[in-house]
């Protein structure tokens, strides 16, 4: 499944996988949108964080987020902060 997909299921949220990876958020996000490529180390860490739900193919041939519900994923950021 995609990224995007992933996070839309409610197993985690971007922060989380943040935090399981070692990645930065806006790493992350990056990747979400497609406005970066994910790295191998990154491919691999994404894959093992998500029991591999989120496959390599996913993350390299997988359709990115749309850039209009950028807005969605920062509001849930805020509020996993927060808690």
């Known amino acids: 499944m995609t990224l995007d997909i992933y996070f839309d ?5 971007p922060a989380e996988l943040a935090r399981k990876t070692g990645l930065s958020a ?7 949108f497609g406005e970066q ?7 691999k860490a994404i894959v093992e964080a998500t029991g591999g739900k989120v496959t390599a ?4 041939f997988g359709a990115p987020r749309a850039l209009s519900r950028k807005r969605d994923i920062a509001r849930v950021d805020q509020q996993d902060a927060a808690a």
Do not use: F, N
């Open 9 to 13: 299921s409610g197993e985690m949220t």
């Open 26 to 32: 806006a790493s992350i996000g990056r990747i979400l």
């Open 37 to 43: 490529k994910a790295s191998h180390s990154a491919i």
């Open 57 to 60: 193919h996913d993350l390299v």
